[in-house]
């Protein structure tokens, strides 16, 4: 059974940086064709897709974010991890990972985490 | 960036068809997926490569892609399919979600 869930804080004062663990189960992400996302998703808001690291590490960000995201990955943990810098009430969102695989659904988010809220405020 | 557009609402009575589009440029030449959501849970998977149905989806759900719009249709729609749906492409290894459509069955 493939797994995700997201950790993190659950406040962050504007200016700092958010870091965000997803701890999976289930895959690896040393497996050619796997592929894990974060997503967000602010109140009442549509989803918004941030980033993206694959088997291979190559990794993929948000054109308008991309000065503020990096991704990583530690396979031996099962774990991805997001830093967003210089945090903003805008950013104030539930943050979902969720993954991507060759198989069998092609492309697709086929298993997503159930979400963490990351409120930005003073 | 890449962008995709879908309407707002859809409303629907119950055993009606419900057609949710997705607007994008040259979206035929792009796999679409589809996600629904409902209040408090996560998005699930219920299209993708355009026409496919992953396990566990009714059969009542339908997908197709053309052009520059891609389609959600549920037939014989249920009162358990009121939730938002999510459009979503690769645009050069990039993710791109539409703007969401929620759908009232009535």
């Known amino acids: 059974q493939v797994t995700l869930k997201e950790s993190g804080p659950a406040l962050v004062k504007p200016t700092q940086t958010l870091t965000l663990t997803c701890t999976f189960s289930?895959?690896?992400?040393?497996?050619?064709?796997?592929?894990v996302n974060w997503i967000r998703q602010p109140p009442g808001k549509a989803l918004e897709w941030l980033a993206r690291?694959?088997?291979?590490?190559?990794?993929f960000y948000s054109t308008s974010l991309k000065t503020r995201l990096t991704i990583s990955k530690d396979t031996s943990k099962n774990q991805v991890v997001l830093t967003m810098t210089n945090m903003d009430p805008v950013d104030t969102a539930t943050y979902y990972c969720?993954?991507?695989?060759?198989?069998?659904?092609?492309?697709?988010?086929?298993?997503w985490g159930q979400g963490t809220m990351v409120s930005v405020s003073t | 960036s890449y962008e995709l557009t879908q309407p707002p609402s859809v409303s629907v009575s119950p055993g009606q068809t419900a057609s949710i589009t997705c607007s994008g440029d040259?979206?035929?030449?792009?796999?679409a997926s589809w996600y629904q959501q409902k209040p408090g849970q996560s998005p699930v998977l219920v299209m993708y490569?355009?026409?496919k149905r992953p396990s566990g989806i009714p059969e009542r759900f339908s997908g197709s892609n053309s052009g520059n719009t891609a389609t959600l249709t549920i037939s014989g729609t249920q009162a358990m399919d009121e939730a938002d749906y999510y459009c979503?492409?690769?645009?050069?290894?990039?993710?791109?979600f539409g703007t969401g459509t929620k759908v009232s069955v009535l």
């Open positions: 490569k355009d026409t």
């Open positions: 969720a993954r991507v695989s060759d198989s069998p659904y092609v492309d697709a988010f086929d298993v």
């Open positions: 979503q492409a690769w645009d050069s290894s990039t993710g791109v």
């Open positions: 040259k979206l035929g030449d792009l796999y």
């Open positions: 289930g895959f690896s992400l040393s497996t050619s064709g796997m592929r």
């Open positions: 690291i694959d088997w291979d590490d190559d990794k």
